[in-house]
């Protein structure tokens, strides 16, 4: 019997993030995205501090993740609709979307009549060389455009604030080639950071509310 052969899904990177991924010393290993749960009641606030993240069924992932929030008698109650990662599950693949160009003479082409394995340029690269043509947007990256595949590694559920030192160094922070002097300059470092790129993605509205995120763990391998 052949193994399984592993479910693929598309996952889009800003440039940035796309060349955090690649990186041999110290890659991108996390991402983080929104989970959009939904409320089994009306009125729910999801800003709510007395809320936690948890599998629907313990131990057993397929369940999907609820939110919880505490009822009478020191009792947890689910108030939220199971929901499963879009994203995957462990095991299963990413490869990464991101903005890109084909040579100039497929110009007039969409991406899925664009001839396999023609020649590629990334933004995330630098300058774009004379024989590439317009620029394309990530979202429309075909399969065989991408140059990074990876493999989800783990799958949770928490706040987007509610993130260690050593998570924001698997996002992707450039300041771990950086000496500091002491680690609370680090951390204020490293959390500056953090903010900056999940507002310029996200927008400030959801890092105030404090989102809840799916943190997917991520292994670089072969294409």
Request: with cysteine; charged share 25%; glycine share 8%.
């Amino acid at each position: 019997m052949s193994p399984a052969i592993p479910k693929e899904r598309g996952l889009l990177a800003i440039p940035s993030m796309a060349l955090a991924l690649r990186r041999e010393l110290t890659p991108k290993t996390q991402t983080r995205r929104l989970a959009k749960f939904v409320a089994l009641r009306e009125g729910l606030n999801f800003g709510f501090s007395g809320l936690s993240a948890d599998l629907a069924f313990t131990g057993v992932p397929s369940s999907g993740h609820v939110l919880y929030s505490r009822g009478g008698g020191s009792t947890w109650e689910q108030v939220t609709a199971p929901l499963h990662c879009p994203y995957g599950s462990v095991g299963d693949r990413l490869y990464v979307k991101e903005t890109y160009a084909l040579l100039s003479q497929y110009d007039h082409l969409s991406p899925s009549k664009a001839p396999r394995g023609s020649r590629v340029w990334y933004l995330a690269d630098g300058p774009k060389p004379p024989e590439f043509g317009r620029t394309r947007v990530s979202i429309h990256m075909p399969r065989w455009a991408s140059r990074t595949v990876l493999e989800i590694t783990e799958v949770r559920v928490e706040r987007v604030r509610n993130i260690s030192l050593a998570d924001i160094r698997a996002e992707g922070w450039p300041g771990v080639f950086v000496v500091f002097d002491d680690k609370d300059a680090q951390l204020r470092a490293a959390r500056v950071w953090w903010q900056e790129l999940w507002t310029r993605i996200n927008g400030a509205e959801s890092w105030e509310r404090n989102d809840w995120v799916w943190v997917i763990g991520l292994r670089w391998v072969t294409p």
